[in-house]
């Protein structure tokens, strides 16, 4: 069984697609197909898209569901006469919550990933490019302006997880790779240690890691299960003898890796 | 005036906070802290959650509005006894969505933005790889795997745009900057004429350029306006004179270019 979603937004349609996503989570049975429109706002525009949605309706003989976060009251009324069942986010949400806070709201179109506060803007590119200067390792090799600092051996996520945290939060967060020749030491490598209280550790089961590692380098000494466990092993224990906190990646999303970062760590999203 | 929002769920809480934050641009005039509380999974962390709203109800005097995506029936009716008031969006779509799709749901936790379907999971950080590994015309520039190359001169967000387009839908970007030697040749690099079709060009106003530059590097010839102008111009007209779509960043969030990128060229999520 198929169903045909349309994602409709006067911004970039992204808070359309979230509620819409996590609503048909819900549904596991259904195979969604779906079509985002953004930046849906004009008369015209909004004429265009309820044809299409129409002409959908019409090919499929089943209605199209939309999930619409048009703010402007006029586009939303003319969205509302299409031929798809329209979620509509702000009509149903604004009266209640306008009741809550005893103020009436503005209607402003593309607010929400929009500029917004240009610092804002500026601190998370400024985060990205933190997270890019250091990554894995590369000079230099100063965490001072980190918020926090994501370890763990070759192909734990510490990449991906470092730039979702920038982009997501505006957090500035380094990575340092764990290496043999930082076991074979047998304590925190230096750069570390001067900010033990910003380590977070990612580590993730072997069976998971040999998988990966195989994917990138097929029969290397780098991806052999034995290599693989003996990482793995010495990383865990440098975790727990250092006090480190640290996370098993192995089910999670780099969203949950995130989400669960900042929780534990008690870091402040900065935008 | 200033209100405290909860953004209560039992997996990330990326949902409520974007469904909660979109609602809130409507209403400018009002200032929100925010407590994010992600993982509420069991009825002992609903009741820790709903103590720490009934204290901030108490403290503050004023009803602390929650934005809740809790997907258990049991822990929602739970919640809805606090002294909050409650957006509880499941309860809000669930029934009317049900009625649209002739089909019962079934409510499970943490799946918006769990691991999901790992073949996504894995297109996401090869995405994310490949971003980092075609960055700024590093080596290779052999772009044959990428499904769009963003170019334009440094500092127009052609890194930022990449990474959220690898995180946020699995697109593999690559990005190649224009500086004075690729002017002065007169054409368009080697390795671009080769993928022509995949190229989007960012350019931005060159007061916001210089401005962007000049934090970067102050007093460098770099960021000086004369520089700055003389980029901008001839990255516009290689676009024009190539036939490259482009887009004036100034005044987009990151958010908004991605958006406008994936419109534009016709590009299609991978995850």
Redo the contacts between chains.
Sequence with gaps: ?E?TIFYISD?????AE??G???L??????TFQSV?L??VNTPEKVDRTIRRINDCAEEEGK?P?IFS?L?DPNLRSQLSRCKG?V?D??A???T??EQ??E?K????A???????NPSN??N??DA??YA?QH?DGVSPRDYSQADIIITGVSRT?K??TC??LA??FGIQAANYPLTDDDFEKGNLPEPLRLERSKLFGLTVEAERLHQIRR?RRPNSLYASMKQVLKELKAAENLFMREGIPFLNIT??????I???V??QASLKRRI
């Design positions: 069984m169903r911004g970039t349609g992204i808070t979230t509620l996503h996590t609503l989570t819900q549904f596991p049975d259904t985002t953004p930046f209605t569901l976060t703010t069942k979620f986010f702000f149903t949400f604004t209640p919550m809550a806070l103020i709201s503005s209607p402003v593309g607010r929400s990933h929009g500029m917004g803007y500026l998370r590119i990205v490019h890019l990554d996520g990449t991906p730039l979702y982009l997501q994917e089910h999670m999303s780099i969203e949950e995130a989400a669960s900042m929780q």
